[in-house]
């Protein structure tokens, strides 16, 4: 993990730095999606989640992401750069532009990789899990799955075996309320997550996934109590996706008439950190401040994106190599 420096700007205003370049990130990458190779799924409107979560994280910690990764690994410190280069599949890409969106690994910075499957990543978090109580270390592990993810017997499986070998892992279930076009009223059993985190006999907690200090405080707890060998938390983020399922693809008509517009105007995680950074009692140039941080994430991505779309293809020669990692 790469924390920000620390010094004396506040956690909010660090959350609002990976918020700002998440979001500027994102936007770029629908800008572009028409040219960049393969499926992106944007993390617009989630931010939040990913912030807020990685903020209560450190060096040592691993998090698994999903196929809505860009967040995470942002949050996590991967390089804007590599993450670019990636998405374009060149060879100075984080994972020598063989990944892609999907499957954005950085283990020097936690980040264990998106994943194309659905729930896929939250047993290999456990996996790390494991590794750390087994090194006897009091590192943790994050597994962030979406709503639909949730419902994967690996996840349920993940539940069970984190209970009973009492695991250093957070479960952080992000419930944007649809899984592709499914709305999770069709999809998901029961009414939330932390009710079924109770019948697995561990510990559950609902967070308003736009506030990025609400996350924080939620993950803070669950954090600790898996560092200190309490066991596993659930902790379900609701959340919104102002996009639809994956850029070019969707044209969200199961989504009630205006519902998108709406959740931007009303559940804008960026907006509402915002407000909290600019209000009573904030100093008077916040504001500006903020502004100049937006300023800076968009001119970094898009330097990035410049660089990224010139071709640097993996040569032919490197069809053979990473195809198995020692660990
Ligand atoms: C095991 C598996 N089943 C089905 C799919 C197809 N699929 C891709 S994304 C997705 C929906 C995931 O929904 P959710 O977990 O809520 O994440 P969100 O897209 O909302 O972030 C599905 C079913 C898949 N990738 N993997
Ligand atoms: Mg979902």
């Given at each position: 993990?790469?924390?920000?420096?620390?010094?004396?700007?506040?956690?909010a205003?660090?959350m609002?730095?990976?918020m700002?370049?998440?979001?500027?990130?994102?936007?770029?990458?629908?800008?572009?999606?028409?040219?960049?190779?393969?499926?992106?799924?944007?993390?617009?409107?989630?931010?939040a989640?990913?912030a807020g979560?990685?903020?209560?994280?450190?060096?040592?910690?691993?998090?698994?992401?999903?196929?809505?990764?860009?967040?995470?690994?942002?949050?996590?410190?991967?390089?804007?750069?590599?993450?670019?280069?990636?998405?374009?599949?060149?060879?100075?890409?984080?994972?020598?532009?063989?990944?892609?969106?999907?499957?954005?690994?950085?283990?020097?910075?936690?980040?264990?990789?998106?994943?194309?499957?659905?729930?896929?990543?939250?047993?290999?978090?456990?996996?790390?899990?494991?590794?750390?109580?087994?090194?006897?270390?009091?590192?943790?592990?994050?597994?962030?799955?979406?709503?639909?993810?949730?419902?994967?017997?690996?996840?349920?499986?993940?539940?069970?075996?984190?209970?009973?070998?009492?695991?250093?892992?957070?479960?952080?279930?992000?419930?944007?309320?649809?899984?592709?076009?499914?709305?999770?009223?069709?999809?998901?059993?029961?009414?939330?997550?932390?009710?079924?985190?109770?019948?697995?006999?561990?510990?559950?907690?609902?967070?308003?996934?736009?506030d990025a200090l609400a996350v924080r405080?939620?993950?803070?707890?669950?954090?600790?109590?898996?560092?200190?060998?309490?066991?596993?938390?659930?902790?379900?983020?609701?959340?919104?996706?102002?996009?639809?399922?994956?850029?070019?693809?969707?044209?969200?008509?199961?989504?009630?008439?205006?519902?998108?517009?709406?959740?931007?105007?009303?559940?804008?995680p960026?907006?509402?950190l915002?407000?909290?950074?600019?209000?009573?009692?904030?100093?008077?140039?916040?504001?500006?401040?903020?502004?100049?941080?937006?300023?800076?994430?968009?001119?970094?991505?898009?330097?990035?994106?410049?660089?990224?779309?010139?071709?640097?293809?993996?040569?032919?020669?490197?069809?053979?190599?990473?195809?198995?990692?020692?660990?």
């Amino acid at each position: 993990m790469d924390r920000p420096p620390a010094g004396a700007e506040g956690p909010a205003l660090r959350m609002y730095r990976v918020m700002a370049m998440i979001r500027a990130f994102e936007e770029r990458v629908g800008e572009l999606a028409k040219e960049i190779p393969g499926a992106v799924h944007l993390y617009i409107g989630q931010e939040a989640v990913a912030a807020g979560v990685c903020s209560v994280l450190r060096d040592g910690d691993h998090l698994a992401s999903t196929h809505r990764g860009h967040g995470h690994a942002i949050a996590a410190g991967c390089e804007v750069e590599a993450m670019a280069a990636e998405l374009y599949g060149r060879s100075d890409g984080v994972c020598n532009g063989k990944g892609g969106s999907m499957h954005i690994a950085d283990l020097g910075h936690g980040m264990l990789g998106a994943n194309g499957l659905a729930g896929g990543g939250v047993p290999l978090a456990c996996g790390a899990a494991l590794t750390a109580r087994q090194r006897g270390t009091d590192d943790v592990a994050v597994a962030f799955t979406g709503d639909g993810g949730a419902n994967q017997g690996a996840v349920l499986e993940s539940l069970v075996l984190a209970r009973m070998l009492d695991l250093p892992v957070v479960f952080v279930v992000e419930n944007n309320g649809y899984a592709q076009a499914t709305s999770a009223a069709r999809h998901f059993s029961g009414t939330d997550m932390s009710a079924r985190a109770a019948g697995f006999g561990i510990p559950g907690a609902v967070v308003d996934g736009a506030d990025a200090l609400a996350v924080r405080d939620a993950a803070s707890e669950a954090v600790d109590r898996a560092r200190s060998g309490r066991g596993p938390t659930l902790v379900e983020c609701r959340a919104q996706r102002f996009h639809g399922h994956m850029e070019g693809w969707d044209n969200q008509a199961y989504r009630p008439a205006g519902e998108a517009e709406r959740l931007r105007a009303e559940a804008d995680p960026l907006a509402l950190l915002r407000r909290r950074l600019t209000g009573a009692g904030q100093p008077a140039d916040a504001g500006a401040e903020l502004d100049r941080v937006e300023k800076e994430s968009a001119a970094r991505v898009q330097a990035a994106f410049d660089r990224a779309a010139q071709p640097a293809e993996p040569l032919l020669t490197a069809l053979t190599t990473d195809v198995y990692a020692a660990h």
